[in-house]
């Protein structure tokens, strides 16, 4: 079962900041939080991941609160094209596996 | 260069048929997987293979066979098809703690 909670779905308006949130209450000290997506039918991609500093890269920026308990994904000015299923998923890295939840449906609308 | 990349692409066929689904990694990656992606979109782990042995092995039926002929292939072999088995199937590979990189899917079709 996934370790994390996410609201089915947001809109978001062209342009504007996306905040996506994702809680995950049971993650253990040594589980990174890993966000992916998946536009339509495509293979998803990996976003961004953190274990407990906020993190950014070209694509998103990573906010974990200071207990670990919950996580928030910032896209920056999103375009029509981050409409996505966004899974928030935790991980202990090395070999064990992704348990992909139901993940969140993002619709940035124009 | 496409990082991860399998064939086909689409598949179909007929029940009680045997296919096979190859995917190939160029990353230098260690450990590669096979997900099951069905109607309802639930991404679901089948096997993980950590440099050919396999580490992972989720309760799939026997008729699905991966084989690691090294380590940077992870093929998929279906025996005795049946119309359930239709899905897309992704394969994916990983190093460390770093994020999985994901194919571009075969989408399986039983008939």
């Known amino acids: ?110 | 260069d496409t990082a991860v990349s399998q064939t086909p692409k689409y598949l179909v066929t007929q029940m009680g048929n045997d296919k096979s689904i190859k995917c190939e990694q160029n990353l230098g990656h260690d450990t590669m997987y096979w997900y099951k992606q069905d109607s309802k979109k639930f991404l679901k782990i089948m096997f993980s293979y950590n440099n050919k042995e396999l580490i992972i092995n989720e309760t799939v039926p026997n008729r699905f066979s991966p084989k690691s002929p090294d380590k940077a292939h992870l093929n998929l072999h279906i025996n005795s098809l049946e119309l359930g088995d239709s899905a897309v199937y992704f394969c994916a590979s990983r190093q460390g703690i770093y994020g999985y990189t994901f194919g571009s899917g075969t989408r399986l079709t039983v008939v």
């Open chain 1, 1 to 110: 079962d996934a370790k994390t909670t996410q609201p089915p779905s947001m809109d978001c308006a062209e342009g504007r900041a996306a905040n996506l949130p994702c809680n995950h209450s049971t993650i253990s000290g040594n589980e990174y939080v890993y966000w992916y997506r998946q536009i339509h039918s495509q293979g998803p991609q990996y976003i961004i991941h953190g274990l407990k500093n906020n993190e950014t890269n070209e694509m998103a920026s990573l906010i974990i609160t200071e207990d670990r308990k919950s996580s928030t994904l910032i896209l920056p000015h999103a375009p029509l094209r981050d409409t996505a299923v966004y899974y928030c998923i935790v991980s202990a890295g090395g070999s064990e596996k992704l348990v992909f939840g139901k993940g969140m449906k993002l619709t940035v609308n124009p």
